[in-house]
């Protein structure tokens, strides 16, 4: 197979302008990112998500920079030639735009990262501003944040009515002129998502709100059944691991417990001369 080319802003950029869809999914370990650079994804984010999805918590907001940068790193390491995006953390850039600088700058320095993400609309401009004048690529983050899940009011459809609607598209042009690369939106109705698409002068990447964007992102473990707590709607199942997983470790416990596991291929001998000479020495 042809070596893949490292992917690169001007690169995203040329697909972006040539209406070529951008593709982006959520990796945390080194073997899925493996996979998903010989895919040919395009962008990958290790999303902080990876608090409910590899760490067990009911939520993103117990997840910590040092949790974030060792799975960056692993990603890193997997998926050398993909566009890697880093997530930030809750309260990792939200006190100051110095923290959101020096928080941005870890994923650059210890994880390899091209790129960050953070969430929120004008009250987190300044924070987009202060990373990219300091030569950090960053992505904005609307609709659905799961960071600021309490104050709208859980994991729900967000710009349903027209004056969120109009706020959502307010706050993407903000980040835009902040100098965002590209905006997520996250479970926004599919017509808002298209009006901000063909405002804006970046590419805009879809979570479950609608085809009219530049670019699709999903949920690794939602893609392959493999987070048991819930499926959400906007998560196309395209195998069921999470199945075939279930179903070989319930036949693990049953083979070992008949004694049928583990058979001679399974496991190593050693030859009947040096096994008599062993039995020599021990006498």
């Known amino acids: 197979m042809t070596e893949r080319k490292k992917v690169t802003l001007p690169m995203l950029y040329k697909k972006y302008r040539e209406g070529k869809p951008i593709t982006m999914l959520t990796c945390y370990d080194y073997p899925t990112a493996y996979f998903q650079d010989q895919a040919g994804v395009d962008m990958v984010l290790v999303g902080d998500s990876l608090g409910m999805t590899m760490l067990g918590y009911d939520s993103t907001l117990p997840v910590t920079?040092?949790?974030?940068?060792?799975?960056?790193?692993?990603?890193?390491?997997?998926?050398?030639?993909?566009?890697?995006i880093g997530d930030m953390p809750y309260m990792s850039y939200q006190p100051s735009v110095e923290t959101a600088i020096r928080?941005?700058?870890r994923f650059m320095a210890e994880a390899g990262c091209d790129a960050i993400k953070l969430e929120g609309g004008r009250e987190m401009a300044d924070r987009?501003?202060?990373?990219?004048?300091?030569?950090?690529?960053?992505?904005?983050?609307?609709?659905?944040?799961?960071?600021?899940?309490?104050?709208?009011g859980g994991f729900r459809l967000q710009g349903k009515g027209a004056e969120q609607a109009a706020r959502i598209i307010?706050?993407?042009?903000?980040?835009e002129e902040a100098g965002a690369y590209s905006?997520?939106?996250?479970?926004?109705?599919?017509?808002?998502?298209?009006l901000i698409t063909e405002r804006a002068n970046i590419p805009i990447i879809s979570l479950g709100s609608g085809p009219h964007a530049n670019g699709q992102l999903l949920i690794y473990h939602d893609m392959f059944g493999l987070y048991p707590k819930f499926k959400p709607r906007m998560a196309k199942v395209y195998g069921n691991a999470g199945e075939v997983i279930?179903?070989?470790?319930?036949?693990?416990?049953q083979e070992v417990t008949e004694g049928?596991?583990?058979?001679?291929?399974?496991?190593?001998?050693?030859?009947?001369?040096?096994?008599?000479?062993?039995?020599?020495?021990?006498?």
């Open 128 to 152: 987009m501003e202060g990373i990219v004048r300091a030569g950090i690529p960053a992505m904005g983050h609307l609709g659905l944040t799961p960071q600021s899940a309490s104050a709208l």
């Open 183 to 194: 905006i997520l939106l996250e479970l926004v109705p599919d017509r808002v998502c298209q």
């Open 170 to 175: 307010e706050d993407a042009k903000i980040l």
């Open 65 to 84: 920079m040092d949790d974030m940068i060792r799975h960056a790193q692993a990603v890193r390491r997997g998926a050398p030639h993909v566009w890697l």
């Open 103 to 105: 928080s941005a700058g």
């Open 260 to 283: 049928t596991f583990p058979q001679p291929e399974n496991y190593f001998g050693i030859a009947d001369e040096e096994y008599e000479r062993l039995l020599e020495m021990l006498d």
């Open 246 to 253: 279930q179903n070989g470790l319930k036949q693990y416990v």
